[in-house]
């Protein structure tokens, strides 16, 4: 009989260790809730939101809403849902206040590229140096930066950007130039850039000699300003406020220079000024692109392609087939080339300079360009600082029941609930997403569980004592 009694001692405790084991999995099925809080300055929250899914959600407040349509205290939290997305809603049992958000550390925005290929996408954090394989082909990483060149614009007008050396090999500068505008750009080089509507005309079109080239003037600098006069004609000139005259009394473009008359009050003075050389606080200024003694002529008929014509002082004509990015004999590099642009200055954008077999392209921020069968965007997505967050929640009487702060992977228990810092902020670094678990435990409900199961077996095993 004994042994009769401890089988059945046994047998009733692995039935009620298995009835306890389910009626725990079905407790924590029914109240398990995975979502996020929104938590914005100056509101308190109490909805915690999820994706709708299949699975039946217990105690959900709303089902399959659209996000215009939860119950948020805060309704500037909707602006940071899909529109094309449903959700689901379960009232918290107190609310949520954000106190104070403390910058612990800041990041630098990270770069990205996001590839599309047919139905696929990837997205990757990109730096200077980085290599991606697409389909068997390397996608090399040029370099990441600040970005200067031209957009396409219907407003826009013929613009090319070239690339000038400098007085070393690593220093260079970009320079814009506008169809028909002469330009100096550096002490012994001129540039002038024309589009043409053919390829026929673009070849077509010549200048004989330094002599015949346009764009030559002086100018008399005056309260900060400049006056300039394109008239090399002797007796042309202006009055100063002060009532100086100054006339152009001879000009010697062959000799790069001009002599200028000036008429005070006191007397008359001769100022010879030579070209391309006035600092930036001469008053007389002389500027000539043919003194340089090379006029490089860029003719365009088509984007990012050009015919260079090189005229030198005392040398042949030389002449270039220049496309962008692809080097050449030419004295500088051509960049860009287009029929209509707008120029874009230096530091205000960023772009990220990309290779994919023999094609490279510039992805300027925000652009897409195709490559192949891929289609590629670059993007800079900021990155949320690491911060300390001190936050309060209360009571249905507005009564602060606790107060707490969040920082890095750190977590807080109230009650079922189960809070943490999502990794993903769309309210960083003024508010706070918080990802919200339901779900039992705590100390209350584990202490009440370790009581009641003690409590069952010890029935249980007092009851077979008896009969034994």
């Known amino acids: 009989m004994a042994s009769q009694g401890k089988k059945r001692l046994l047998l009733s405790s692995l039935y009620l260790g298995a009835l306890f084991s389910l009626a725990g999995w079905a407790f924590y099925f029914l109240q398990y809730f995975s979502g996020s809080v929104f938590l914005l300055p100056g509101a308190t929250e109490?909805?915690?939101f999820s994706p709708a899914g299949n699975a039946v959600r217990f105690g959900a407040a709303q089902r399959a809403v659209a996000p215009d349509l939860l119950l948020f205290d805060n309704p500037r939290s909707v602006k940071a849902l899909r529109d094309d997305q449903l959700y689901d809603g379960l009232i918290l049992?107190?609310?949520?206040?954000?106190?104070?958000?403390?910058?612990v550390r800041e990041f630098p925005p990270w770069d990205v590229l996001r590839v599309d290929e047919s139905q696929t996408m990837r997205r990757l954090t990109i730096r200077p140096g980085d290599r991606v394989d697409l389909g068997g082909q390397p996608l090399e990483i040029l370099d990441v930066g600040p970005w200067a060149g031209l957009v396409r614009d219907a407003r826009g007008e013929p613009m090319a950007t070239v690339e000038v050396p400098g007085d070393s090999a690593a220093d260079r500068r970009l320079v814009f130039l506008e169809s028909g505008a002469p330009s100096i750009v550096r002490h012994d080089l001129s540039l002038c850039f024309q589009w043409h509507g053919s390829e026929a005309e673009a070849r077509q079109a010549f200048v004989s000699s330094l002599d015949a080239i346009p764009g030559a003037r002086w100018g008399v600098r005056e309260d900060n300003a400049i006056q300039w006069f394109e008239n090399l004609v002797p007796g042309s000139g202006?009055?100063?406020?002060?009532?100086?005259q100054i006339t152009i009394g001879r000009a010697d473009r062959g000799e790069g220079r001009i002599t200028l008359?000036?008429?005070?009050?006191?007397?008359?003075?001769?100022?010879?000024v030579r070209a391309n050389a006035a600092g930036p606080e001469d008053k007389f200024i002389y500027e000539d692109p043919a003194a340089t003694g090379r006029m490089l002529y860029l003719h365009a008929w088509r984007e990012n392609r050009a015919f260079g014509r090189l005229l030198q002082q005392g040398a042949s004509v030389e002449e270039f087939d220049m496309a962008a990015d692809t080097p050449s004999d030419a004295p500088v590099l051509l960049k860009q080339a287009l029929a209509h642009a707008l120029a874009v200055p230096g530091d205000t954008v960023r772009a990220a300079r990309v290779r994919l077999g023999d094609q490279t392209t510039v992805l300027r921020e925000g652009s897409a360009e195709t490559l192949g069968d891929y289609r590629l965007l670059y993007q800079i997505e900021p990155v949320p600082p690491e911060a300390r967050y001190r936050i309060a929640a209360l009571d249905a009487q507005g009564t602060v029941v606790r107060a707490f702060a969040l920082e890095g992977d750190e977590t807080i228990r109230i009650g079922a609930w189960v809070f943490a810092l999502s990794r993903e902020n769309?309210?960083?670094?003024?508010?706070?997403?918080?990802?919200?678990?339901?779900r039992p435990g705590g100390w209350t409900q584990t202490i009440g569980l370790v009581l009641f199961v003690l409590g069952s077996f010890g029935l249980v095993v007092a009851r077979f004592s008896r009969r034994s």
């Open 46 to 48: 109490s909805l915690a």
């Open 93 to 103: 049992p107190f609310a949520l206040r954000l106190d104070e958000v403390e910058i």
């Open 238 to 244: 202006m009055v100063l406020r002060d009532g100086t």
């Open 261 to 272: 008359e000036i008429q005070r009050s006191v007397g008359r003075e001769l100022r010879t």
């Open 426 to 438: 769309p309210f960083a670094p003024h508010g706070v997403a918080l990802t919200a678990v339901r």
